[in-house]
């Protein structure tokens, strides 16, 4: 399976941000998809995941700021993000968990100046 991610960029604070996830399978088949994000000099981290039923979770530091959706019709994952603060400055990786293997995309990345 390959994860196409885009969206990242540079945006101030308190701006917003949409990125996408395309996979190369159908997006009903997968399990989750999630989004986790690097920052610089820190280990990566779990930022928002949606299973195939639709039921999401998020990390605390981005509840209520994030929101991780599906399109089926457009086989896109996104990650809708607003009130961005320069500690979300990282690169976002989509991630799917497929037939009990796990894929990547390449990351994107965002930068949020204060």
């Known amino acids: 399976v390959q994860l196409q991610a885009s969206g990242g960029g540079l945006v101030q604070a308190g701006g917003s941000l949409r990125l996408s996830c395309v996979p190369s399978?159908?997006?009903?088949?997968?399990?989750?998809m999630y989004w986790y994000r690097q920052a610089p000099g820190k280990q990566r981290e779990l930022v928002a995941g949606?299973?195939?039923?639709?039921?999401?979770n998020y990390a605390d530091s981005v509840k209520d700021r994030f929101t991780i959706s599906r399109d089926n019709a457009k086989n896109t994952v996104y990650l809708s993000m607003n009130s961005l603060k320069p500690e979300d400055t990282a690169v976002y990786y989509c991630?799917?968990?497929?037939?009990?293997?796990?894929?990547w995309g390449q990351g994107t990345l965002v930068t949020v100046s204060s």
């Open positions: 991630h799917a968990y497929y037939r009990s293997l796990s894929y």
């Open positions: 949606i299973t195939a039923g639709g039921s999401t």
């Open positions: 399978v159908r997006i009903f088949s997968i399990a989750g």
